[in-house]
């Protein structure tokens, strides 16, 4: 020992040598545990045994890890309920969607999928392709149209049934369903709408194509100006690792007011993990009686669910046609020369027209263009992909990597 009480030069390389071939050996420990562990125990040798009998601490650290794969596994799988179960269960709902005095919907990717839009945790979707090291296909969201389920929430709106929406998806499809803005918020954006923020109140432009061809996470210039005071324009969307701010499309006040007022929440087609991470949507801090009854709609398991009145596993378009014959309401078909986002859309102004390269949402043939699209001699040609395919790969690659 040198003076001081501290180690010379010589004993401090001989305590990290000593430190190294101590973590070599519980690591070849480990592997050798782990490798006799994973035999069926009617194979074991004796010795073998011993060697599990002499690690307790290594076995029940891989028995919890097993565990939680097994969890994990089981989470994942899509339960579907026997159609008189189901039938039933939509029974129950019906009665809770007449009696309810403020009823709100908070929607997912599921309601998406019949339009050919992936999920995100289904076994098809985003999430879960990305961790099994499979890539994804773009998807031209400039061919999906509303759903039945979209188009049944918007009919329970306008028969006062459903007081407002809360959307994770950012495919504009409530809004193309005819439900009202002020009757939405989408709290993760809309791909179909870019806003000048130099502007009081920020200045809304609708589009008839995808504004997010240049945008990515922290990078939100789309590339085209205001029209009133010539700043640049941003898009709205919502990445992880992102807060959202603007006022619309996400609509957060009216989000949080819905919220409170609520005695009913049904949620359809959403994993809910990432709804959960806002404590406002469920009135937490309100004890326990006063909560408004929670209604799941979804194939999976979701961390809400045990405390649900009622789990229904079912495909949303199943749910809401059975939900809908038992309110005694017709479902209104899709338009597309009805389409609101054909009046709503701002035209893009002359010099404009090659900013994008997205394929626009187009009007039935043989009916007038759409005042927001550009004129087909005009129009560049379309780039395959979109913002589902582009924006949710980088951000999952992104959220994987952290």
């Not at 994008?356 to 379309?382: C, L, Y």
Request: with cysteine.
């Amino acid at each position: 020992m040198a003076a001081g009480g501290s180690l010379s030069r010589s004993e401090r390389k001989a305590a990290a040598r000593a430190e190294i071939l101590q973590q070599e050996e519980q690591r070849d420990r480990r592997r050798q545990v782990s490798r006799i562990w994973r035999k069926p125990p009617a194979e074991r040798s004796p010795e073998e045994c011993q060697v599990l009998s002499e690690s307790e601490d290594i076995v029940r650290e891989l028995e919890r890890r097993r565990k939680r794969r097994e969890r994990l596994r089981r989470r994942q799988e899509e339960v579907c309920d026997e159609p008189e179960e189901l039938k039933r269960k939509v029974t129950e709902l019906a009665a809770a969607v007449r009696n309810a005095k403020h009823l709100v919907i908070y929607t997912g990717a599921g309601i998406s999928t019949a339009a050919s839009i992936p999920d995100y945790r289904g076994p098809n979707g985003i999430w879960t392709l990305l961790q099994k090291g499979r890539s994804i296909r773009a998807t031209d969201l400039s061919e999906a149209e509303p759903t039945l389920t979209h188009m049944s929430i918007a009919c329970l709106h306008k028969h006062n049934l459903v007081q407002h929406v809360v959307s994770q998806n950012c495919d504009g499809l409530h809004l193309r369903s005819g439900l009202p803005r002020a009757a939405i918020s989408e709290l993760h954006g809309n791909m179909y709408i870019e806003v000048c923020t130099s502007c009081t109140p920020n200045r809304e432009y609708v589009r008839v194509f995808d504004v997010t061809e240049r945008t990515a996470l922290h990078r939100h210039h789309t590339g085209r100006m205001c029209h009133k005071c010539g700043a640049q324009l941003r898009d709205t969307i919502v990445h992880f690792g992102e807060k959202g701010t603007l006022r619309q499309p996400l609509n957060w006040e009216a989000a949080t007011e819905a919220a409170s007022k609520a005695d009913v929440i049904l949620c359809l087609g959403s994993s809910l993990k990432v709804l959960k991470k806002y404590p406002r949507l469920w009135c937490m801090s309100k004890p326990p009686t006063r909560r408004p009854k929670l209604y799941i709609v979804n194939l999976q398991w979701t961390p809400k669910d045990d405390l649900a009145a009622l789990k229904l596993h079912g495909r949303c378009d199943d749910v809401m046609r059975l939900l809908m014959e038992e309110l005694g309401l017709e479902i209104p078909r899709y338009d597309r020369a009805r389409d609101p986002i054909f009046a709503l859309a701002e035209p893009l102004r002359p010099g404009e027209e090659g900013t994008h390269s997205r394929k626009p949402v187009a009007p039935p043939p043989g009916t007038d263009p759409p005042p927001g699209t550009d004129s087909p001699q005009e129009e560049p040609p379309a780039r395959p992909g979109g913002w589902l395919g582009r924006g949710c790969a980088k951000g999952a690659r992104r959220r994987k990597s952290n």
